[in-house]
Nanobody, 119 residues
């Protein structure tokens, strides 16, 4: 099992920045990659970014490219999402998820942290 705890959400004005953190514990050796997802009211959960633990390869949804940066600190078992130039449409609950090396399924999820961007 892998446990994930997100932090860093809050209220920010458009154009501002926030840094989300996700601390992982448990069987982290079984994790292939860490991903960030978000869900706004009335919308389905959306993939935002992911990073592999081993190589650090990153991938982003087009809407956040150039604005968001995902990174990880392997020693701390922590993944970060640096969000710059935030827009009101970025408002959502942001979830951290762990992708298992077996099957590459996102089997583990955090509780989420609210990000609100005001205009």
């Amino acid at each position: 099992q892998v446990q994930l705890v997100e932090s860093g959400g809050g209220l920010v004005q458009a154009g501002g920045s926030l840094r989300l953190s996700c601390a992982a514990s448990g069987r982290t050796f079984s994790v292939y990659a860490m991903g960030w997802f978000r869900q706004a009211p009335g919308k389905e959960r959306e993939f935002v970014a992911r990073i592999t633990w081993g190589s650090g390869n990153t991938y982003y949804v087009d809407s956040v490219k150039g604005r968001f940066t995902i990174s990880r600190d392997n020693a701390k078992n922590t993944v970060y999402l640096q969000m710059n130039s935030l827009k009101p449409e970025d408002t959502a609950v942001y979830y951290c998820a762990a992708q298992n090396v077996v099957g590459l399924n996102y089997n583990y999820w955090g509780q989420g942290t609210q990000v609100t961007v005001s205009s």
